[in-house]
């Protein structure tokens, strides 16, 4: 036999076993209503090739989908059954079949398997996160070991937006605990924030003071005003600016 025969019959083969009719649905499923393949009823879930019934437990239900099941409103799931929760005093039940299954009641938090009263201090009020101390204090206080304290603010000092810290008003700085006046010097003047300074333009901050500038020949004021840099063809050298080599300009220059 030539080789050609073989490789159409090799080809013969092939063909023959692409074009084998699809497996049978399994009981309990049914065809996917998009793509190729099966997937099981509402009810059931696969196991190796079959669809086989979910057991569900006493004080459960499916759920939307049908592949598992969940427990009833007062019950949590504990292996494979639903055991009913104990909800402790000032506390209520969940619908949260997996976690505790209860929930305090405002004003509580829950400290164990218990729910513990939020002691609400003076000057504070009650928030609804309970897994700290469920307490914030009002405008103007902070909370320091369970309390609210007021916040002592210095003299030229204001509350902060949030209103549990201060801050110092403009023209002014924290030092320590109290607020400081800004010296500022010739040829400066306050930055945007209010509490600190920054020199004009054309002097560039030296300590306390305002230095000016010393521009060298072919440069000019950057962008921010408190540097210089080099015109277009010159590049930076220590102090002054040196034409690049090789630029249009050096022979013009030079004749």
């Not at 405008?139 to 801050?167: H, M, Q």
Request: hydrophobic share 35%; charged share 20%.
């Amino acid at each position: 036999m030539s080789w050609i025969a073989i490789a159409w019959l090799g080809i013969g083969c092939a063909y023959s076993g692409a074009t084998t009719a699809a497996d049978p649905l399994p009981n309990n499923a049914h065809a996917k209503s998009y793509g190729d393949g099966w997937e099981c009823n509402h009810g059931f879930i696969e196991e190796r090739g079959s669809c086989m019934a979910i057991k569900v437990p006493h004080n459960a239900y499916l759920d939307a989908l049908g592949d598992q099941w969940r427990c009833n409103r007062g019950f949590r799931k504990v292996d494979n059954r639903c055991a009913t929760v104990r909800v402790p005093a000032n506390a209520y039940a969940t619908g949260d079949s997996h976690g505790s299954g209860w929930q305090c009641q405002r004003g509580y938090r829950a400290s164990g398997n218990a729910c513990a009263l939020i002691k609400i201090p003076a000057h504070g009020y009650l928030v609804n996160d309970y897994s700290y101390q469920g307490f914030e204090c009002n405008r103007g206080y902070r909370k320091t070991d369970g309390a609210c304290v007021a916040i002592a603010i210095p003299v030229n000092g204001i509350l902060t937006r949030a209103g549990d810290d201060w801050e110092c008003e403009r023209s002014f700085r924290k030092s320590g605990d109290a607020c400081a006046a800004i010296a500022v010097p010739k040829n400066g003047h306050l930055n945007s924030s209010g509490n600190d300074w920054k020199c004009d333009r054309s002097f560039r901050r030296v300590a306390a003071s305002c230095a000016a500038l010393s521009i060298p020949e072919n440069a000019h004021l950057d962008f921010f005003g408190n540097d210089w840099s080099c015109d277009p063809g010159f590049r930076r050298d220590s102090r002054q600016c040196a034409m690049r080599t090789g630029h249009k300009g050096q022979q013009a220059s030079a004749n």
